[in-house]
């Protein structure tokens, strides 16, 4: 049985859920502490004043306690290549609060990376 007919039960989409909420959350990191550092020349203890410092890591923490969660119900030849899910939210991100160019090339990149999860959920 693929994941595909795996999915027919509602709950069964559960553990991707949780898998999806945990790369959103560890994506929003990546975009909370890349904000903290745009305007700081170096790292020192300054930074521990800062309320992006705590948000960052903070969805760090809460995203690796789900990640736990998915490991334990997904196996991990399914949940790893969802990780690559980071790259397109982080661009993403990157695009709207830091307004980095995203180049049609990066969205031809991420096109194949959604073709690639598809491709692995189909196995």
Do not use: D
Request: hydrophobic share 60%; net charge positive; proline share 4%.
């Amino acid at each position: 049985m693929n994941i595909a007919e795996e999915l027919q039960s509602p709950m069964a989409w559960v553990p991707y859920i949780m898998a999806l909420v945990s790369i959103m959350l560890s994506s929003l990191a990546q975009i909370l502490l890349k904000l903290l550092m745009r305007h700081q020349q170096a790292l020192n203890l300054s930074l521990l004043g800062r309320p992006l410092f705590y948000g960052g890591f903070l969805a760090y923490g809460i995203s690796a306690i789900i990640w736990l969660k998915v490991l334990a119900k997904l196996p991990l030849v399914v949940a790893y290549p969802l990780v690559s899910l980071n790259f397109v939210f982080v661009a993403l991100g990157a695009s709207i609060f830091l307004h980095e160019r995203v180049s049609w090339q990066m969205i031809f990149g991420f096109a194949l990376i959604f073709s690639g999860i598809l491709v692995i959920a189909r196995g």
